[in-house]
């Protein structure tokens, strides 16, 4: 094969295999738990048992007197700013006078053997007042008398939308839904290594999904100056939104150099649940009208989302939920109320779809009772309400690329359903436990639209860099990507490598390990990297090609001109379009940079007297604009249809009282792979004029409409109405 033939099978559009991906297979790859030095100590958390509770006294004496421990310490410590957080600085790296939460962090050890470290943090005496717990969001938005959680109040956001006036039809259906807590369920817990360094400062190695917030979070609170915090991405083992928010980035940090000594931190799993941020859940209340044809005259909606005691990126999910709040449809007019509340529940923040799935499962829900009041079947009447180029969205924003909804809708369901189940136990709900034979199974089959927006929105500076190096390795040309994008499992190496074969022609292309030596790539959130890092690199690889083409004009070949100046290198950052915060008052306004569509067909069995779901095929067509890498972004939507169907029949973090009840695998259930059905997929190609390469970002899209395509399906099996997720087997056995 030659040169320009191996090029061409591995750039933008090939399924290019990963170069990370076997190592992983294999269990060679290196992930931020497997990190280690000669002399590193460890370091373990003593966590609140209280979900709200003043802190009388601290006793480190006993911790401190036992062997092997180096350093104990607590908020008194702290060298720099005590607080942090990602919108709001009001997150204590420890707590000072009060606890919030359980598994509020209250004191840090470092020992020499991570059980020792572990046994001296339980030897820490801490006397608590305890509290009223506040854990009734509703309360905590709406009743006077509720404490308060934090000294501003309990709503940290309330974000309306108003368009029109009319608010009457001749159909008009109501509901109240709910949404449980989900979490992220990466396999690697939170985990990396923190190294004193000879200038003062600290080198941290650390699984995360964004380097240079992390940096500038955790250097006031060491009393540093960023550029003496280095931050390096260690492997990572998933992340979902949980790893945007800081966990032991800056204990470490503290441990560090309290001992002058690297500090390495590796949480247990029960620990994990305590130790990120969830999907917030939701209580919601629609109301629909529609004419009896089943075209939409008005939406009302109040979304309250449960953001625990701390802000994470709360705000953002509400303005999220609050543009997104009556879906991919045409509305004149509507009233939305989206709420985000303090509260000592759990701390929640960003979770794949992030406000956008929690609206999508009741906007979806309410199509569905619409299309029965109506007399109208599911597809069509979403068909007849579905926004198309033009459209205009909630917040007024005009939606100007293509938006092929109704076509979309009609491709999904004309694929052929699946034969019914035989009579072989493994095939039934429940597989070979199914104890009734089967006597009480039904078929349903359910849809689901979801519309996500991409990048980041409502005015945030959104960018990322990239610097790319040509250079003579071995006597041949070579190219050096170095960005600070979080690869968490998405393939994003692979991509940079694909764009810089493109746009470059050479074949040999090297990723660097991603950190804060270069400019910011922003997070490896809201289905962005593609989208900015790529054009990022895109536009690096151009000025570097720019600058070739020059040098290369008196004919020279591309080794000899790299022979002759040396390695050519530019660096360039890029950011999308502007966008601009919704109107407070109004929510109007083009507070989104991309909008992205997916629709998904559930095909369900159901035992109705036991309550067993089992998804017998997951369907789904989803427009990405340009497909960069087909066999990853295959893999990117049966994944996400994956955590969708979990968050519809089993996946629910059970918080009692403000306790959790489930931080395990044992008893916080997700999806394995014989719960995932067979899955048809379409992908579509109508590029965005306004992106590199006409990309449309494809990562969250499917997790929003898989989960109320789950549960339809449910419905049209049980005859029940199910307006809360996860539907558990009672839901079923016990309401039929």
């Known amino acids: 094969m030659s040169e320009t033939e191996t090029r061409q099978s591995q750039g933008v559009g090939d399924s290019v295999l990963r170069s990370d991906g076997a190592l992983k297979v294999t269990g060679e790859f290196a992930y931020s738990s497997d990190l280690y030095l000669a002399d590193m100590v460890w370091g373990a958390t003593l966590r609140s048992p209280h979900p709200s509770a003043w802190i009388r006294s601290i006793d480190i004496g006993p911790a401190l007197a036992m062997p092997g421990v180096f350093a104990v310490l607590t908020h008194e410590d702290v060298p720099g700013e005590k607080f942090y957080g990602l919108e709001r600085r009001d997150q204590p790296v420890l707590a000072v006078d009060q606890v919030r939460y359980q598994g509020e962090p209250v004191a840090l050890v470092a020992a020499d053997h991570p059980e020792r470290a572990r046994r001296a943090a339980k030897a820490i005496v801490v006397d608590y007042e305890l509290r009223e717990a506040v854990t009734d969001p509703r309360r905590a938005a709406f009743d006077p008398d509720c404490p308060r959680v934090h000294d501003s109040g309990n709503v940290l956001r309330h974000q309306p939308v108003r368009v029109g006036s009319e608010f009457s039809a001749p159909v008009v259906v109501t509901g109240e839904y709910e949404v449980g807590m989900q979490d992220q369920a990466f396999l690697g817990p939170e985990s990396g290594l923190a190294v004193p360094a000879e200038d003062g400062g600290v080198d941290l190695y650390v699984a995360t999904q964004w380097l240079h917030v992390d940096r500038d979070q955790v250097a006031p609170c060491l009393g540093l100056p960023a550029e003496k915090v280095r931050v390096t991405l260690a492997g990572v083992g998933g992340a979902f939104g949980a790893r945007e928010d800081l966990s032991m980035q800056v204990h470490a940090c503290m441990l560090a150099l309290r001992t002058g000594r690297p500090v390495k931190i590796v949480y247990g799993r029960e620990e994990s649940f305590f130790g990120h941020v969830h999907r917030h859940p939701a209580r919601m209340r629609y109301e629909h009208g529609a004419t009896r044809e089943g075209k939409l005259v008005y939406v009302k909606a109040e979304i ?46 960003a979770m794949r779809g992030f406000g956008a799935v929690q609206a999508c499962f009741a906007y979806e829900s309410q199509m569905d009772k619409l299309a029965e009041a109506c007399g109208l079947d599911p597809v069509e009447i979403r068909i007849r309400n579905a926004v198309s180029q033009g459209s205009r969205l909630a917040t007024g924003q005009v939606i100007d690329s293509p938006a092929p909804l109704a076509g979309m809708l009609r491709e999904l369901a004309a694929m052929p359903l699946p034969p019914a189940s035989g009579d072989d136990l493994l095939d039934m709900p429940g597989g070979v436990s199914q104890t009734t034979r089967g006597e009480g199974v039904r078929r349903g089959v359910g849809y689901g639209v979801g519309i996500k927006n991409i990048c980041f929105s409502e005015g945030f500076d959104d960018y990322s860099t990239a610097r790319v190096r040509v250079e003579l390795l071995g006597g041949e040309p070579h190219v050096l990507v170095h960005t600070a994008a979080a690869e968490v499992g998405q393939g994003l190496v692979t991509v940079q490598e694909q764009i810089a074969r ?33 054009g990022a690199v895109r536009a690096a690889c151009e000025a570097v090609r720019e600058r070739l ?54 095909v369900v069995d159901v035992d109705v007297e036991l309550g067993l779901v089992k998804v017998v095929e997951l369907a789904a067509v989803q427009d990405v604009g340009r497909i960069l890498n087909p066999i990853a972004l295959e893999g990117q939507i049966h994944g996400g249809s994956a955590q969708g169907l979990g968050l519809a029949l089993m996946e629910e973090i059970q918080v009692s009282g403000g306790v959790v009840r489930n931080p395990s695998f044992t008893d916080y259930l997700i999806p394995t792979a014989l719960d995932m059905p067979p899955m048809k997929v379409s992908i579509l190609e109508n590029p965005d004029p306004h992106a590199p390469y006409g990309l449309r970002g494809a990562g969250e899209p499917p997790t929003l409409s898989s989960t109320p395509a789950v549960a339809a399906a449910v419905r049209a099996a049980t005859g029940l109405e199910l307006p809360r997720v996860p539907i558990r087997p009672h839901d079923i056995a016990l309401n039929g």
């Open 549 to 602: 083409g020059k040098l290369r004009a008196d004919g020279s070949t591309l080794a000899e001109v790299l022979e002759r100046t040396g390695p050519v290198e530019e660096t360039r950052v890029y950011r999308h379009r502007p966008t601009f915060p919704m109107d407070p008052v109004t929510g109007q306004g083009d507070s989104h940079t991309q909008l992205a569509l997916c629709v998904h067909r559930a």
């Open 304 to 349: 309250l989302l449960d953001g625990g005691a701390y802000c994470s990126s709360s705000p953002a999910v509400v303005g999220n939920a609050a543009s997104l709040g009556v879906g991919p449809y045409e509305v004149g007019n509507i009233r939305v109320d989206a709420y985000g509340v303090y509260s000592n529940n759990p701390p929640c923040g």
């Open 502 to 534: 493109t746009e470059l022609g050479i074949d040999r292309v090297t990723v660097a390990t991603a950190d804060t030596a270069v400019g910011s790539a922003g997070s490896s959130s809201a289905s962005r990297q593609s989208y900015v890092t790529g």
